[in-house]
Nanobody, 124 residues
Framework: QVQLVESGGGLAQDGGSLRLSCVAT????????MGWYRQAPGKQRELVAG???????KYLDSVKGRFTISRDNAANALNLQMNSLKREDTGVYYC??????????????????WGQGTQVTVSM
């Protein structure tokens, strides 16, 4: 059974930085595309950044140039460096599969199970 444990969220000021981490257990991490998702208050969860098994990355337009996703396959870990934070980045951040039809390519498929997420709050 997959377990996803996110950490690193918190309170940041507008223009500040945070680094999120996720550890996945119980799955074959290295061959899958993974992603960070965000659920803002009153909105649906959306894919913020994805990374394929080959290191290919994809970002939501609003975070391009500010967020960087990375992975450590040896540690089954997924990271998200968030710089130049804005108030609209506020939300609960989750990691999960971001798998396409081709193994290792970024796409919309997720595990049914989600972690508890980590709250990111950006204030003025």
């Amino acid at each position: 059974q997959v377990q996803l444990v996110e950490s690193g969220g918190g309170l940041a000021q507008d223009g500040g930085s945070l680094r999120l981490s996720c550890v996945a257990t119980g799955s074959i991490f290295s061959i899958n595309a993974m992603g960070w998702y965000r659920q803002a208050p009153g909105k649906q969860r959306e894919l913020v950044a994805g990374i394929g098994s080959d290191g290919d990355t994809k970002y939501l337009d609003s975070v391009k140039g500010r967020f960087t996703i990375s992975r450590d396959n040896a540690a089954n870990a997924l990271n998200l460096q968030m710089n130049s934070l804005k108030r609209e980045d506020t939300g609960v951040y989750y990691c999960n599969l971001a798998q396409g039809a081709t193994q290792g390519r970024i796409g919309p498929l997720t595990f049914r199970t989600w972690g508890q997420g980590t709250q990111v709050t950006v204030s003025m």
